[in-house]
Every structure is written in C-alpha cells, then in structure tokens.
C-alpha cells in the first residue's frame, strides 16, 4: 500500500488567500484524521472522521478552517482566509479504528502564510 | 478529559547509554489504547508500538522496551545501547473514548527529543 499520501508537500501563500490541504488515507482505513504540527503547540488534533463522518472537530481554531471527507478515499482541510499564524505542517492520518488502532500518517504540508 | 503528559521536553545522551523517555496519561476509561511514535529529523511520524489497558506486561523490541504500570498511569519508553539514529522526537499518545462516548481519540503529548551524540 503507498500510504497516507497528502499534497501539497509545501504551500507558500500570501495572507487572505485560500488554502487546500488534500489527503488520500490508506484503502481500508475508516478513520481519517487531520492534525496540526508547530514548536509552540505541539501536534493538535483538529478533527476527525470515522466512516466520512466528522466526529469531533472541537479542536478546529476558528470558523476559517473547514474540513470534508466527501468519500472514503480523499479529504480536504481548507483554509479562508489564510493568517501568518495558520503557519503550520499539517498531518493526516488514517487507521482502521478511530483512537483504538495505530494511526498511520502522511508526510505532512508545511504550510508558510505570509 | 484526556491527557498526555511528557515532562522531558529534551534529553541529551551519548551513544551507547540507555535513555527512558517518561509518559504518564489520565483518562476516566477503564478501555484505553497507548501509543509511541517516532518523528525523525525527516519529519514524518512513525508508529512504534500500541498497549491496550488490560495488557500490562511489558514489551521488549530489539533494544526497545517499554514499561506499562497501570497503577502510576505511565506507559515508559526505554532505548537501550543508544545509537545516532535514534535522533527524534518521540510521542506517546492515547487512545480514549471522546466526549460522547461514541468514538475514541487519539490524543498526543507535547513530545520529547532525544539528541544521541556520538
């Protein structure tokens, strides 16, 4: 299997802008999880999807993050408008159960909003 | 609410000693899953080992081990004979049912890096 495969792996864009993060989880899994990575917080859960559902998106900032899961192969996590402080790498992950299995993650994105 | 706690933000050895890496968890579930993992320099995470709750005995993986006591809510890593490659930072996570009781979470610690001079 190839993997959780997100893209892009880098995104520079300017402040205001649009941003799509895309993540393709592991054929199989049916939890999907998206999560954001920086020095000051750590990695933080921003929401998750069991079956394509979204289960929790307690940990999603601000109305300006948005997530879908439109069908068991592809994700999106969408930004609009994009603040220097979205700065981030951005992490998907997939596993079969939900918190009760090993997760397996994407590369990531490094986002840089500027 | 669940919690990882990783109070070693860094630890510096030198190659050859054996490092324990601490991580103690909370959570009110009596059914919960625990998890280490590996984020080398490259960035990517990369999952070393699961626990559930009702397996306390520890596991030992060539020079991994790791320490699961219920009973102080840690789940401890240690590498043994350190080498180079074990640069990271290291994560220890937990699984638990959310706040609905429906679905578990996967929550991580803060992280702690582990530096391995030569």
């Known amino acids: 299997d190839a993997g959780v495969i997100q893209s892009p792996r880098h995104e520079v864009t300017e402040m205001g802008q649009e941003v799509t993060l895309r993540c393709k989880p592991i054929s199989g899994h049916n939890s999907l999880f998206w999560y954001r990575q920086t020095m000051m917080r750590g990695l933080e859960l921003l929401i998750y999807f069991n079956n394509n559902v979204p289960i929790d998106d307690s940990g999603m900032p601000e109305d300006r993050f948005s997530a879908k899961m439109p069908n068991a192969s592809f994700s999106t996590l969408k930004i609009q408008p994009s603040e220097p402080r979205d700065s981030a790498v951005y992490f998907c992950?997939?596993?079969?159960?939900?918190?009760?299995?090993?997760?397996?993650f994407g590369q990531g994105t490094r986002l840089t909003v500027v | 609410a669940q919690k990882v706690t990783q109070a070693q933000t860094e630890i510096s050895v030198v190659e050859k000693e054996d490092v324990t890496l601490d991580c103690v968890y909370e959570?009110?579930?009596?059914?919960?899953?625990l998890f280490w993992y590996k984020q080398p320099p490259s960035g990517e995470l990369v999952f070393l080992i699961r626990?559930?709750?009702?397996?306390?005995q520890n596991e030992i993986s060539g020079r991994y081990s790791w320490n699961f006591q219920k009973s102080t809510s840690s789940f401890n890593f240690t590498i043994t004979a350190s080498q180079v490659v074990d640069s990271a930072v290291y994560f220890c996570a937990l699984g638990a049912l959310n706040s609905g009781g429906s679905n578990y979470k996967l929550t991580f610690g803060k992280g702690t890096l582990l530096t391995v001079n030569p």
């Open positions: 626990r559930n709750s009702f397996d306390e």
């Open positions: 959570t009110r579930d009596t059914t919960y899953y």
């Open positions: 992950a997939s596993s079969l159960g939900s918190g009760n299995t090993e997760a397996f």
